[in-house]
């Protein structure tokens, strides 16, 4: 019996390095206080703000980051290659689908609503209010505008 503890203890033991490091790999964990909010990249409209919590949304893999907007924010129908998941946080995302922005068509998505999204699906966001969402999934991410001269970023837009 006491041979069987030591076995025991030594594979526990053993396991203990190999947790912790795949705990450190793949741990994240921010305070709303410690973010880092930055300017959106130029492909969104002028006045966004995010916040990467976890991974790189510009490469291949797993990340999680938020987007502060203010009121009467609006993004034209786009896409994204990647499937899209939505959490909002505080105040209110109105999304719709399709290539053309309807706002009354738009769905109202308060605090604590989520929404998935599979890519390369067409649609289209705004505020009424100042809004916070956190999107998280497989990067990299992108935004490929439906029309190209919606594109914020000029320099994307071939003449």
Request: include cysteine; proline fraction near 10%; aromatic fraction near 6%.
């Amino acid at each position: 019996m006491e041979a069987r503890m030591k076995h025991c203890l030594l594979a526990v033991l053993c396991a203990l390095p190999l947790g912790g490091a795949l705990a450190a790999d793949e741990m994240a964990m921010t305070s709303p206080g410690e973010m880092k909010w930055v300017d959106a990249p130029p492909s969104m409209p002028k006045g966004a703000k995010i916040a990467v919590l976890h991974g790189d949304p510009g490469k291949p893999g797993p990340f999680t980051m938020r987007l502060k907007v203010p009121a009467g924010y609006k993004v034209a129908p786009h896409t994204h290659t990647q499937a899209e998941n939505i959490t909002v946080i505080s105040g209110a995302l109105y999304l719709g689908m399709g290539e053309k922005m309807e706002m009354g068509k738009a769905h109202a998505l308060k605090a604590g609503a989520f929404h998935y999204l599979p890519g390369k699906t067409p649609h289209y966001a705004f505020t009424k209010s100042p809004t916070v969402v956190q999107a998280h999934g497989e990067g990299p991410f992108d935004l490929n505008y439906i029309n190209p001269a919606d594109n914020p970023d000029k320099s994307a837009v071939k003449q």
